[in-house]
């Protein structure tokens, strides 16, 4: 639905729109209540004037010159989404737009509260936020409509008072309008519910869910995934196995899909068999760490995934789709990027030149040494990389700044997944630091990071999940929330194992 509550500025229709429509309020949503959530975005669309109008029009209506986008959790794939949207369309209008949220994949209300507070005292002109918990944000939103502020409320209805107009279906519908769909189905339907946690946005939605179901539909199990859309599938997993008579399951994150998917990955060298059926999983927004002893077969997966090496046997997904990954070249093309130990950089060329090997901007047949240099000198100010010079030889660098270079390097490039091989082997504290820092701004930044590490405090600072290899196959995978250094070095050195006793003989 589309509710204009009063005379709005067509450019902040525009821009909330846009973010609306490009998957924010149905992403939310689960895939058989997005339907509906995604026609009203459709439907919004046609009453909101276009971003040219708008544009046009907004300096009549009084004019929004910025917008305050408090996204709720921009680690999550679709509000990752919603915030690539949101930037592009204020960059089309020519406005000032900014968007901030709590880091990882925990809501934290409280944080988005307080950002929302800095937006009112630094004088925006416009604020989109989704209330999770709707009287938490009524005093806020009053205080910015006092103080001529337009506010706009995605996916959440008539919950709060003071907004100026919501797009999207709110909860309690999208509860019904799922029970509604499943009813359709005919027979006995027996559904297991994924939520994040007890209470909040989940219970309201499945409370609804349940207060609309038929006498042949039945609530069988309830689970939860921590609002991490990369361990919905393994929680589906574990309930079909203990409730093997659901046949729905019914999930309100839904299930996080892996950029990066190997499977029976087996790969030998004569008679040495380096990877033995060895499975990895990759997800945009996280960091895996994998982890082993010398010869464990890490590096070796790495260099199979970035086309070094090719498997004997397994698969290779990239965003669903099988590969084959025959050179550097193919790995490349597919968005892999891959930093080695040896980093791979010129030490005879200068940074610029290094930042943009194989792929020089030109003017004409000529290389455009200007262009390039702007470039990578805008890029490592970007990441407050201290260079002197992007002239300077790369020899004349440290072993710490190289190692930098590689990494904002495979960040320029765009790649969707970046492979980073003892990215602080050869660092001292305030560069691994420095490190440290770059490999979270890919993750912000949605990458697949996957990072080979012997340093077990580097990879508790910045790893998301680790998966541990023992002898070519893999000791276990586990979530660096749920873990402990002494549970990951017993799976290194063999004294623990998820594998069968037999298959460890």
């Not at 209540?33 to 009203?40: L, P």
């Not at 009287?135 to 506010?151: C, H, N, T, V």
């Not at 990389?385 to 495979?410: F, H, K, P, Y």
């Not at 305030?430 to 590490?453: K, Q, Y």
Request: charged letters at 20%.
């Amino acid at each position: 639905m589309f509710l204009r509550k009063f005379a709005t500025p067509a450019v902040f229709a525009a821009v909330v729109v846009a973010v609306s429509a490009c998957g924010s309020s149905s992403g939310s949503a689960s895939p058989a209540a997005a339907t509906e959530a995604t026609g009203s975005a459709s439907a919004a669309a046609t009453e909101a004037p276009s971003a040219s109008a708008a544009a046009s029009a907004s300096a009549a209506i009084g004019g929004v010159k910025s917008i305050f986008f408090a996204n709720p959790l921009p680690a999550y794939p679709d509000w990752g989404t919603a915030d690539k949207c949101f930037a592009a369309e204020t960059s089309k209008l020519n406005i000032k737009g900014v968007t901030q949220g709590p880091t990882g994949l925990q809501v934290n209300d409280q944080f988005v509260l307080d950002r929302i507070s800095q937006a009112i005292a630094q004088d925006y002109d416009a604020l989109m936020a989704v209330p999770i918990t709707p009287p938490a944000y009524d005093s806020l939103f009053e205080r910015a409509k006092k103080d001529g502020m337009f506010i706009a409320t995605l996916n959440t209805g008539d919950a709060t008072k003071n907004q100026d107009f919501t797009v999207g279906t709110d909860y309690p519908t999208q509860g019904a309008q799922v029970a509604a769909n499943i009813a359709k189905r005919p027979g006995q339907q027996n559904v297991g519910i994924i939520t994040n946690q007890a209470g909040g946005i989940g219970d309201t939605i499945i409370n609804a869910f349940k207060a609309n179901l038929p006498a042949h539909v039945a609530v069988v199990a309830t689970a939860f995934d921590g609002a991490d859309p990369a361990k919905t599938a393994d929680v589906a997993s574990q309930m079909l196995t203990a409730h093997p008579d659901i046949n729905i399951v019914f999930s309100w994150e839904g299930t996080g899909a892996a950029e990066l998917e190997l499977r029976g990955i087996t790969k030998r060298f004569g008679h040495v068999t380096a990877l033995a059926d060895v499975d990895l999983t990759g997800y945009p927004g996280t960091v895996l760490a994998v982890v082993g002893d010398n010869g464990a077969g890490k590096s070796t997966l790495i260099k199979i995934v970035s086309g070094v090496h090719h498997p004997d046997e397994g698969e290779i997904r990239i965003s669903g789709r099988q590969v084959v990954l025959r050179s550097a070249a193919d790995a490349r093309q597919a968005g892999v990027a891959t930093v080695f130990q040896d980093l791979a950089l010129v030490e005879v060329l200068d940074v610029s030149t290094n930042m943009f090997l194989g792929q020089f901007p030109r003017r004409g047949w000529l290389i455009d040494r200007k262009a390039m240099d702007a470039e990578s000198r805008a890029f490592l100010d970007e990441l407050k990389v201290t260079i002197s010079s992007v002239r300077t030889e790369i020899g004349m660098l440290s072993g710490g700044q190289r190692q930098i270079i590689a990494v904002a390097r495979a960040m320029r490039t765009g790649a969707r997944i970046v492979l980073l091989d003892e990215p602080t082997a050869a660092l001292g504290v305030r560069e691994t630091a420095h490190a440290v820092g770059l490999i979270r701004e890919l993750r912000d930044r949605n990458h697949t990071v996957i990072c080979v590490s012997h340093d077990m405090n580097f990879v508790f600072a910045v790893a998301d999940r680790v998966q541990v290899m023992r002898l070519g196959q893999v000791a276990g995978v586990r979530d660096i929330a749920n873990t402990s250094k002494e549970e990951v070095i017993g799976l290194i050195t063999g004294s623990l194992s998820d594998r069968p006793i037999e298959e460890q003989l």
